[in-house]
């Protein structure tokens, strides 16, 4: 029998023990999937999870398949303990398939150096430089988590929405999951008003004239008017 047959109390204190590595998302020895669309900053988490994980004392490995890591140099030099693989060809007469490469790659660091913490940018990426069955998802997200499982380490693998039925597949697979958000245009701070083209004086309001004051214009316009002149017949 492959597997551990233990008592419901040694599962319990199993679980009193576990150790998280962010937040309360991902567990140690769990497959994390961070997902979202192509203009989600996805990259920009997963190198703030792996700072995280790293001021812990752990080592990490970061995969590196979509070569978007270099703004991001500067802040991962800050920590001696996070490694950058990136899967590379031995040749032009290299014919092996992509995904399988970068698996057995994965499987070799583990197995000569025993680091237990990975982070694979992205599984959408190995895809899509893949063949045959290796150019799906949910079959390379199949592989990697059976991966995890057998050594045992603590996976964060990067995915971007492509499918609801991929995206429900690939969620299935892993222990827990994270969607990562577009980013919304910034409103401004106020509201511009534009310039009026033309000013105008305000309009005064008349004030009506009393009774005294109505005699006595009418006493200067009679002064005022010329009188009538009279033609001779």
Known sequence: MKGKLITSFDHLNENKNCVYLF???????????????HKADKTSTAVDIALKVASTGREVVYVDTQHCLRDHAPRLATRQNIFVFKPQFDGPEDTMDYADMVISSIEEIITHTGMKVFIVDS???IAGLSFGRNASVSYIMKRLVTLQMRYGVSLLVIAHNSTKATERTIACLADSCMEIAEPQPSEPSFEEVPEPLFVTEPQQTATPLSRKQRRARKRLVARATPDPVIKAR
Do not use: D, P
Request: net charge neutral.
């Open 23 to 37: 937040e309360r998302i991902w567990m140690e020895n769990t497959t994390l999937l961070l997902q979202g669309t």
């Open 123 to 125: 599984i959408t990426r």
